[in-house]
């Protein structure tokens, strides 16, 4: 949602000799997205063309669907450098598979560097990690904590709105990570030879438990919001509301298992790769507390 040893050395945000700023285009798999939307904005702001991908044509957007490879040709015309994201999640057991396949057309097509959103502590997601590896484009792998924007446009929007957060998270503590950190990150590695062949793993500056996450949501949005833990049985039941039941036992694994206390633990990547400290949970919370998101 978000571990082999990451790649040594540090990088400014500040571009290297060596940056590649004029690339025709660059292509945002998973545009419409958390991190994709704001990688989008922050090439954008440098004067960086994109192309937006995603399952839904709507809004300006390439139609790209995992399961129809006669939709990533027209995607990758023209393309340089690729960003990419894989819907559901990269463990899912068909992301290696796809993730090569893709690679190759990309680089097939003229694409040149490959920046992939992966996650943290998980290695389900080390086989499409390895196909980007070997794609023959340059590439830098994102390894991602938990969102602190899952909370504000994520699947537990609903659950602060309503003042309780019911989760299997028991007491683990989490390291999360604010997306305008990974976005941040990413374009700088879709921006400057300096990240090509890095792994990175995108931490927040300290751990916090759900009930800790959870009081600071409440101290910023003035009002009461508990953490209440459950079981993974409990929760796929609500799953289940929304989600098929192949779809609710994945998740319902993939949340239990990422939050067991195995990555309860901080990374030095996105200071490596910024030379700054990563954004506060507290900071998070004032910010989506002042839009209304969760009144």
């Not at 904005?41 to 006669?70: C, H, M, N, Y």
């Not at 080390?126 to 590896?133: D, L, T």
């Not at 779809?247 to 990422?258: E, G, I, K, M, P």
Request: aromatic residues 8%.
């Amino acid at each position: 949602m978000n571990t082999i040893h990451e790649t040594t050395g540090s990088a400014s945000s500040a571009p290297s000799a060596a940056a590649q700023t004029t690339s025709p285009t660059t292509l945002i798999v998973g545009g419409t997205g958390k991190t994709g939307r704001r990688v989008a904005q922050g090439l954008e702001a440098k004067g960086i063309p994109v192309r937006i991908a995603s399952r839904s044509s709507g809004a300006g957007a390439t139609k790209f669907d995992w399961e129809d490879e006669s939709t990533w040709a027209p995607a990758l015309r023209g393309i340089d450098a690729v960003y990419l994201t894989y819907f559901p999640d990269l463990c899912d057991p068909r992301a290696p598979q796809h993730i090569r396949a893709f690679s190759k057309k990309a680089v097939e097509c003229g694409v040149t560097r490959i920046v992939l959103l992966s996650g943290r502590g998980e290695p389900q997601c080390w086989p499409s990690e390895k196909a980007v590896r070997e794609s023959g484009a340059k590439f830098t792998i994102l390894r991602c904590s938990w969102f602190n924007q899952n909370f504000s446009e994520g699947q537990l929007l609903d659950a602060v709105r309503s003042g309780e957060i019911a989760f299997p998270a028991g007491n683990c503590a989490e390291p999360f990570i604010d997306v305008d950190d990974i976005a941040d990150v990413a374009v700088a590695a879709l921006t400057d030879d300096a990240h090509s062949g890095k792994l990175y793993e995108l931490t927040g500056p300290r751990l916090l438990t759900f009930a800790e996450a959870a009081a600071e949501m409440s101290r910023a949005a003035g009002r009461p919001i508990q953490y209440v833990p459950v079981s993974g049985e409990e929760y796929a039941k609500v799953l289940a509301e929304f989600f098929p039941p192949d779809q609710v036992t994945f998740l319902t694994d993939l949340f239990l298992f990422v939050l067991d206390g195995h990555n309860a633990h901080l990374s030095d990547g996105v200071e490596r790769a910024l030379g700054r400290k990563p954004r506060d949970f507290a900071d998070f919370a004032r910010k989506a507390a002042a839009t209304g998101i969760w009144s």
